[in-house]
């Protein structure tokens, strides 16, 4: 049983991790659309368009692409994607040690929030779990990073992780806090929260 919870987390990972790779794809191509259109009006003697950063490009609510700085930093994309890629290819622990790497060479890149909630995934299937490691990396998403699309889905495992730590009040407190806070937005987050209290509770 506990062998079968285990890969089942591993997939629910590894399609978790497809989404983001092709929401941040498109989140690329969106931004050089937008890049190119602004360049092209700029030289057609437009300005409308020319106003505010390209950055300002954003993900579509509940998308998987959740971004820290507004600016990319050089050499922050090929460190993050190296780290993810261990992340693909079920190497737990050298992932954790590939992001914290990244987390301490761009504490404030573009990718920090990704970074921080790819550690709170990965804390919970190395073996052995370290539920307050993971604890810990899903609670700076949310300090630093409250606005963030990942919110509600670093909010939610922190009421798992809660639980899984014994704690059933804090869980209740966290999976209470996602339904109340985003219960209008579109975030698949809300009805795991609401599942899992009527499995649990």
């Known amino acids: 049983m506990f062998n079968e919870v285990q890969q089942l987390r591993q997939e629910v990972m590894r399609l978790n991790g497809r989404v983001e790779e092709l929401s941040n794809e498109l989140n690329q191509l969106k931004s050089q659309s937008l890049d190119r259109y602004r360049d092209l009006d700029q030289r057609l003697g437009g300005s409308a368009a020319g106003a505010g950063p390209s950055a300002s490009v954003a993900p579509a609510a509940g998308g998987a692409i959740a971004m820290g700085s507004a600016q990319e930093i050089p050499g922050e994309a090929d460190a993050y994607r190296a780290a993810y890629a261990l992340v693909r290819e079920q190497s737990f622990k050298p992932a954790v040690d590939a992001f914290n790497a990244f987390l301490r060479q761009y504490p404030d890149g573009k990718y920090a929030p990704n970074a921080h909630y790819w550690l709170g995934e990965l804390y919970l299937v190395i073996d052995p779990p370290d539920p307050e490691a993971s604890r810990q990396a899903f609670s700076l998403l949310l300090s630093e990073y409250p606005d963030n699309p990942k919110a509600p889905d670093a909010m939610f495992k922190l009421g798992k992780v809660y639980y899984l730590k014994g704690n059933r009040a ?10 109340n806070e985003y219960g209008n937005s579109n975030s698949s987050a809300v009805q795991m929260a609401r599942d899992f209290i009527t499995q649990n509770f």
Do not use: H
Not at 170 to 179: A, C, F, N, Q, T
């Open 170 to 179: 804090k869980s209740r407190e966290y999976l209470d806090r996602v339904i």
